[in-house]
């Protein structure tokens, strides 16, 4: 069942009060459209209980904005939500990461979630390679995902909004590392679900590093 502003609805009794459930609830696909954020592929979450987020496809399915009856929870930087292909990986020594964070849910990872640093690329298959650079918090933060599915779920009188999508941190004689990611909220409900699966499909082994940057 469906509880939305104080009462409890079948499926039935929910389609009997509107013509499409995206009255209440849905997942919408968008695409902003100006400065910094110029052509960023977006998701926007309403559950109908006053819950509110936007997951950013184009960076790695985090999320972005989020409010609860009109009280914003996540953390917005003067960077803004930044177009990855403006982002320096090895910029500013490394810490071009700064000029790139900004949301309630920033991922890192996902060989590397520290600081700057040069270590030896013992994980790469290419004797000419001696050292790989990471920079700040690592790369996949910044790398948009392949959208696999998204929209509303119905089973029996629940309905769950849910995306889901592959992000892939990959290179020739390195890492191919595949973030799978699903999201999930339930219309009415008032509380997010995020699932993650790391899969190495490279032949060798890779180091893997995983973190949750949280931001209100």
């Given at each position: 069942m469906v509880e939305l502003y104080g009462k409890t609805l079948s499926r039935r009794q929910l389609a009997e009060r509107s013509g499409q459930l995206s009255q209440f609830a849905g997942v919408r696909l968008m695409t902003l459209g100006d400065g910094v954020e110029r052509g960023i592929r977006m998701l926007e979450f309403r559950t109908g209980s006053g819950l509110r987020f936007t997951v950013l496809v184009d960076r790695a399915l985090d999320i972005a904005d989020c409010d609860?009856?009109?009280?914003?929870?996540?953390?917005?930087?003067?960077?803004?939500?930044?177009?990855?292909?403006?982002?320096?990986?090895?910029?500013?020594?490394?810490?071009?990461?700064?000029?790139?964070?900004?949301?309630?849910?920033?991922?890192?990872?996902?060989?590397?979630?520290?600081?700057?640093?040069?270590?030896?690329?013992?994980?790469?298959?290419?004797?000419?390679?001696?050292?790989?650079?990471?920079?700040?918090?690592?790369?996949?933060?910044?790398?948009?995902?392949?959208?696999?599915?998204?929209?509303?779920?119905?089973?029996?009188?629940?309905?769950?909004l849910w995306a889901e999508g592959i992000v892939q941190q990959s290179a020739v004689f390195g890492e191919d590392l595949h973030l799978i990611r699903r999201i999930e909220a339930d219309v009415g409900g008032n509380e997010i679900r995020l699932s993650d699966h790391v899969v190495n499909h490279g032949f060798n082994r890779t180091p893997h590093m995983y973190f949750y940057h949280v931001n209100v």
């Open positions: 609860f009856k009109g009280q914003a929870i996540g953390w917005h930087s003067p960077s803004g939500f930044r177009h990855p292909g403006l982002h320096e990986y090895e910029g500013e020594g490394g810490l071009a990461w700064a000029r790139s964070f900004s949301g309630l849910l920033v991922t890192c990872g996902l060989d590397h979630i520290l600081g700057r640093e040069d270590v030896p690329a013992d994980s790469y298959n290419y004797p000419g390679r001696k050292t790989v650079l990471h920079s700040l918090h690592g790369r996949v933060g910044t790398i948009p995902a392949r959208l696999t599915g998204y929209g509303e779920r119905w089973d029996g009188d629940r309905c769950v």
